[in-house]
């Protein structure tokens, strides 16, 4: 059974930092290229970062780009998030996902991510 777990999110001011961690089990974590999404209130989920396995080539949002890092330890199965210089704007649930996909640096849809984590909520305050 795959499982992926999202955990670091919490509340924090703006121009302040988080990391998030997504530990993953029941898969093959070096067949996965893994993904961050997050969703706000009433907006769609939307994509925010994504990391291969065997390069560790990494592809972001244009919102999020130079202050948000991806990066993953495979001998951990852990995916990471860094987030630096946060604004309000970045608060939201946010999702790990994992993309059977590994060969190809850029897919950014939901549908291309078969396994979701639960989310973990991440509320910058102004």
């Known amino acids: 059974q795959v499982q992926l777990v999202e955990s670091g999110g919490g509340l924090v001011q703006a121009g302040g930092s988080l990391r998030l961690s997504c530990a993953a089990s029941?898969?093959?974590?070096?067949?996965?290229?893994m993904g961050w999404f997050r969703q706000a209130p009433g907006k769609e989920r939307e994509f925010v970062a994504r990391?291969?396995?065997?390069?560790?080539?990494?592809y972001y949002a244009d919102s999020v780009k130079g202050r948000f890092t991806i990066s993953r330890d495979n001998a951990k199965n852990t995916v990471y998030l860094q987030m630096n210089s946060l604004k309000p704007e970045d608060t939201a649930v946010y999702y790990c996902?994992?993309?059977?996909?590994?060969?190809?640096?850029?897919?950014?849809?939901?549908?291309?991510?078969?396994?979701w984590g639960q989310g973990t909520q991440v509320t910058v305050s102004s």
């Open positions: 029941g898969l093959t974590f070096s067949s996965y290229a």
């Open positions: 990391i291969t396995w065997s390069l560790r080539r990494t």
């Open positions: 996902a994992g993309d059977r996909v590994n060969n190809i640096d850029v897919r950014w849809r939901l549908s291309d991510y078969g396994y």
